[in-house]
């Protein structure tokens, strides 16, 4: 079983920027495909980045591309979401997921994560 913990949520002004992080139990993180996903007020949970078991693969969501930067240290079993550039609309709980070891091909689909946190409140105030 895989425990996920994010961290570094909080209230962040428009325009600032935000780390946040997800440590992973288990002995498994190095092989696991990694992912942070969103749910906005009133809206379902959204993608919104994934990286490969290596950080050689990376994907985003068309509305973080070019703010948000994903990565991941396999010996410290965490994976961070760097966010620039914030703003209203990036107001949301954010979840870290991870996927079953070995798995190749990262996904954007939640169905194909297998482990999630309980989520990182992040508001951004105009």
């Known amino acids: 079983q895989v425990q996920l913990v994010e961290s570094g949520g909080g209230l962040v002004q428009s325009g600032g920027s935000r780390r946040l992080s997800c440590v992973a139990s288990g002995r498994t993180f190095s092989s696991s495909i990694m992912a942070w996903f969103r749910r906005a007020p009133g809206k379902d949970r959204e993608f919104v980045s994934s990286?490969?078991?290596?950080?050689?693969?990376?994907a985003y969501a068309d509305s973080v591309k070019g703010r948000f930067t994903i990565s991941r240290d396999n010996v410290k079993n965490t994976v961070y979401l760097q966010m620039n550039n914030l703003n209203i609309e990036d107001t949301a709980v954010y979840f870290c997921?991870?996927?079953?070891?070995?798995?190749?091909?990262?996904?954007?689909?939640?169905?194909?994560?297998?482990?999630w946190g309980q989520g990182t409140q992040v508001t951004v105030s105009s």
């Open positions: 990286i490969s078991w290596n950080g050689g693969g990376t």
């Open positions: 997921a991870a996927r079953r070891p070995f798995w190749l091909q990262i996904s954007q689909l939640q169905a194909d994560y297998d482990y």
